[in-house]
C-alpha cells in the first residue's frame, strides 16, 4: 500500500509563491507516476499537473513547475504568481504503471491520494 502525504500548504499574498511537497511510502516514488490535483468549495477536483516516473514526461501550467526526487521519494509542485483563484485543497496522487514516460490527467486514473493541504491566496 502507497501512502502520501503532503505538505507545504498555509497562506500567500496575490503574486507569491508556494512549494508543495508529496513523500510516498509503502513504495518507491520511482515505481509511480504522480498527479496533482486540487478543489476548492463548491467545485469539482481540477486536474492541476503531473510528472512520470522518469521526470522526462511532465504537465503544469506556466505559473507552475513539477519536479521529482525519488532518491527520497518525493514530488515537488512550485507555484508561482499566485492568485486567489488558485485557493483550494491540493492533492497529490499516485499510480503504478510500467511506463517511464507516461503521464495521466484523470483522477480516476490514480489509485493513491493523499489527504491534500491547504492553499490560501488573499490580500
Known amino acids: 500500500q502507497v501512502q502520501l502525504v503532503e505538505s507545504g500548504g498555509g497562506s500567500v499574498q496575490p503574486g507569491g509563491s508556494l512549494s508543495l511537497t508529496c513523500e510516498a511510502s509503502g513504495r518507491a516514488i520511482g515505481l509511480l507516476s504522480v498527479g496533482w490535483f486540487r478543489q476548492s468549495p463548491g467545485k469539482e477536483r481540477e486536474f492541476v499537473a503531473a510528472i512520470s516516473r522518469s521526470g522526462r514526461g511532465t504537465w503544469t501550467p506556466a505559473r507552475f513547475t513539477i519536479s521529482r526526487d525519488n532518491a527520497n521519494n518525493r514530488v515537488y509542485l512550485r507555484m508561482n504568481r499566485l492568485q486567489p483563484e488558485d485557493t483550494a485543497i491540493y492533492s497529490c496522487?499516485?499510480?503504478?504503471?510500467?511506463?517511464?514516460?507516461?503521464?495521466?490527467?484523470?483522477?480516476?486514473?490514480?489509485?493513491?491520494w493523499g489527504q491534500g493541504t491547504q492553499v490560501t491566496v488573499s490580500a
Open positions: 496522487a499516485a499510480r503504478e504503471t510500467t511506463s517511464s514516460a507516461q503521464i495521466f490527467r484523470a483522477s480516476e486514473e490514480y489509485n493513491f
